[in-house]
T-cell receptor, first 114, second 114 residues
């Protein structure tokens, strides 16, 4: 069984400020973890993923996330927000199992104020 | 163009009607997925397919039917649409069957059932 909790359905930051989107997971097997981004009226695209190599994962557009097993967390960060970062972000977990079933969190909408 | 496409992008139908949503991918990915996206729920898996002629239920399969006669196509049918099936539907594909594989998403179909 696996699940994902994203704390905060809406997060608002000022342009240039730190972005922190929180994700906690539960998984009965070693997890693979993903962050996807969805821009308005578009499908989801991969930002980054953790697949048991380095615990600090760098993704596209300056985002990164750190896998912390002891805290069962995979928070997404970006040092300086840009207006173009405004979107919905989804954290997802998948176990090391055949079938590649992803379980998604409820999503966090990031708003960036000028 | 290469990638994953969905049609139609928007659909309005009435309760009780049959509706088919189309999904086509050009990568020859073995796995294909159908999700629905509802506010506060993130994405929930409806059905998935491991290969042509192999399909299986996801988290919310009731009221939906799928088929996969060709690797590249994975249509989703609502046999008798209900208002609760008003949602945004996303098709996705991935190359392999391990949890680490990235899923690639189509642009979505926005369905309104009156």
């Amino acid at each position: 069984a696996q699940s994902v909790t994203q704390l905060g359905s809406h997060v608002s930051v000022s342009e240039g400020a730190l972005v922190l989107l929180r994700c906690n997971y539960s998984s009965s097997v070693p997890p693979y973890l993903f962050w996807y981004v969805q821009y308005p009226n578009q499908g989801l695209q991969l930002l980054l993923k953790y697949t048991s190599a380095a615990t600090l994962v760098k993704g596209i557009n300056g985002f990164e996330a750190e896998f912390k097993k002891s805290e069962t967390s995979f928070h997404l960060t970006k040092p300086s927000a840009h207006m173009s970062d405004a979107a919905e972000y989804f954290c997802a977990v998948s176990g090391n199992n055949a079938g590649n079933m992803l379980t998604f969190g409820g999503g966090t909408r990031l708003m960036v104020k000028p | 163009d290469a990638g994953i496409t969905q049609s139609p992008r928007y659909k309005i139908t009435e309760t009780g009607r049959q509706v088919t949503l189309m999904c086509h991918q050009t990568w020859s990915h073995s796995y294909m997925f159908w999700y629905r996206q509802d506010l506060g729920h993130g994405l929930r898996l409806i059905y998935y397919s491991a290969a042509a002629d192999i399909t299986d239920k996801g988290e919310v399969p009731d009221g939906y039917v799928v088929s996969r006669s060709k690797t590249e196509n994975f249509p989703l049918t609502l046999e008798s649409a209900t208002r609760s099936q008003t949602s945004v539907y996303f098709c996705a594909s991935s190359e392999g069957d391990r949890g680490r594989e990235t899923q690639y998403f189509g642009p979505g179909t926005r369905l309104l059932v009156l």
